[in-house]
């Protein structure tokens, strides 16, 4: 069974771009989250998408969005691309909502490395 | 609000060298501590989940513990595979079902 995959595994932007990145998740997963790592820091809680609808949303500025397509799969786009914006921005995912209310485990994928120069 | 802190930041060991990982915690009404492992330039891989005080979870040399307050993650006779970032994430109770990480600890195993 294929894990959460992201693509592309590399992204290198100038200041002022806008960047998309894209995660599938497992088969039969319904939740999809997003996360920013910076080095150094821990994982930041960006966005959480579950059966197409916007579900909670991290302390980040407007310019981080998203969306979740019917198939599950997800897009995290950042505007007005910032120096600070490079980092390690993790997808992760999970089963039907009611189901993970016991377990909530994520698994992650292995990642989109954005670099903004 | 939430809050995890993990200690120390670094630790290196010999091979076969046994040590502990601290996972100290603030959440008001536990659902849920999560252990993983990060791999440089890799995406975290769920370890273990422990839900109760006094529960404890094994895999290979690893032993995760929990406490009312903390957690530990235990590593028996370690390995150079085993370095890596261990990370520990609680979820408190409310609908949101979002954990929250904490920094991390890089563990070095030397041969």
């Known amino acids: 069974e294929a894990g959460v995959t992201q693509s592309p595994t590399h992204l290198i932007k100038t200041r002022g771009q806008q960047a998309t990145l894209r995660c599938s998740p497992i088969s039969g997963h319904t939740s999809v989250y997003w996360y920013q790592q910076a080095l150094g820091l821990g994982l930041q809680f960006l966005l959480w998408y579950d059966e197409g609808e916007e579900r909670n949303r991290g302390n980040f500025p407007p310019r981080f969005s998203g969306r979740q397509f019917p198939n599950y799969s997800s897009e995290l786009n950042v505007n007005a691309l910032e120096l600070e914006d490079s980092a390690l921005y993790l997808c992760?995912?999970?089963?039907?909502?009611?189901?993970?209310?016991?377990?909530?485990?994520?698994?992650f994928g292995a990642g989109t490395r954005l670099s903004v120069l | 609000e939430d809050q995890v802190t993990q200690s120390p930041e670094a630790l290196r060991l010999q091979e076969g060298e046994s040590s502990s990982l601290n996972c100290s915690y603030t959440?008001?009404?536990?659902?849920?501590l999560f252990w993983y492992r990060q791999d440089p330039g890799k995406g975290p891989e769920f370890l273990f989940t422990?839900?109760?005080a006094g529960e404890e979870k094994e895999k290979e040399r690893l032993k995760a513990t929990l406490t009312k307050k903390e957690s530990f993650l235990h590593i028996t006779a370690p390995k150079p595979e085993d370095s890596a970032t261990y990370l520990c994430?609680?979820?408190?109770?409310?609908?949101?079902?979002?954990?929250?990480f904490g920094r991390g600890t890089s563990l070095i195993v030397h041969p």
């Open positions: 992760a995912s999970t089963p039907l909502l009611r189901e993970t209310v016991a377990k909530n485990i994520q698994y």
């Open positions: 422990l839900y109760s």
């Open positions: 959440v008001s009404g536990l659902r849920g």
């Open positions: 994430a609680v979820r408190g109770p409310g609908g949101s079902y979002i954990p929250t």
